[in-house]
């Protein structure tokens, strides 16, 4: 039986694409969603891919979401923690409320989602962990102190839990993406958005299957040896 996959925010956008690719790639992949049920209800339709609605930022949640896969597909033993937003304002109009909303849906529910999984993980001797990090939280960005500050810790994140699953065969790695032709990134006033582009060396903004792409390549059986790392997919973008 092929293992099993599970993309948080994974019917749109990148996790959409990784959703896609892993299945393409032969893994049974479930995908979570929260906030826009009717492209989840699309999603499935058109994909054949079961979508899973909780909230990652909330640890029952999670820790219920992945016993539901668990019952439906089998253990869980690749997640791809890619569910994150955007609320971004420069720190002097930033509400605490921007600041928390932004850390606990991107990096608080790495924690919860690697939590609930971890368990299984160890019992089994073999998991597959990718973060989606980004290009922001490498190198920062004017107007994303909570987005950057969330990323960067996904870094952090990763490195310290590779280690802890090196010898039991969990490996644990990140993306970073540039700026891909999402919704995220349309939102993007045009006239920031275009200087933005002028700095991407190929000159383009990156398609969700590039970064998916990365993902396939680091969740394979014979990727165990790649562990601790992350791979920017950003076009030239920022060499780190
Ligand atoms: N660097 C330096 N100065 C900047 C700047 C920048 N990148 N962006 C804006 N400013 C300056 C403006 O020129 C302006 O200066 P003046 O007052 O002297 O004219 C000042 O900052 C205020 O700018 P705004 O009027 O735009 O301020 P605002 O409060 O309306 O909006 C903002 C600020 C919301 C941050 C807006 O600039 C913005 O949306 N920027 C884009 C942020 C961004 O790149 N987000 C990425 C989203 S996609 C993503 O996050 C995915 C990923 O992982 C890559």
């Not at 826009?36 to 079961?50: L, Q, S, V, Y």
């Not at 089994?124 to 107007?143: E, K, M």
């Not at 680091?218 to 790649?226: E, K, N, Q, S, W």
Request: one cysteine or more.
């Amino acid at each position: 039986m092929s293992r099993v996959a599970l993309v948080t925010g994974g019917t749109r956008g990148i996790g959409k694409a990784i959703s896609l690719a892993l299945k393409a790639a032969g893994y049974r992949v479930a995908a979570n969603y929260f906030g826009n049920i009717e492209a989840a209800k699309k999603f499935t339709e058109e994909t054949g891919i079961p979508a899973y609605r909780f909230d990652v930022s909330n640890f029952d949640e999670c820790q219920a979401g992945v016993k539901a896969v668990a019952a439906d597909l089998g253990p869980v033993e690749i997640v791809v923690n890619n569910a994150g937003i955007t609320r971004d304002a420069p720190l002097h109009k930033m509400s605490y409320e921007q600041w928390e909303q932004v850390i606990h849906t991107n990096l608080t529910s790495c924690f919860n989602m690697a939590r609930s999984v971890i368990d299984t993980m160890r019992d089994l001797g073999f998991g597959r962990i990718v973060n989606i990090g980004s290009l922001n939280g490498q190198a920062g960005q004017y107007g994303q102190v909570n987005y950057a500050a969330a990323k960067s810790g996904i870094h952090g994140f990763t490195k310290a839990l590779a280690q802890e699953g090196a010898a039991k065969g969990i490996t644990v790695n990140a993306i970073a993406p540039g700026y891909v032709e999402t919704e995220m990134v349309m939102a993007v006033p045009p006239e920031v958005l275009k200087k933005i582009i002028a700095k991407i060396p190929a000159g383009r903004l990156g398609h969700a299957e590039d970064i998916a792409r990365g993902v396939v390549f680091l969740v394979a059986d014979d990727a165990d040896f790649i562990t601790g790392s992350t791979i920017s997919i950003n076009g030239g973008h920022h060499m780190y």
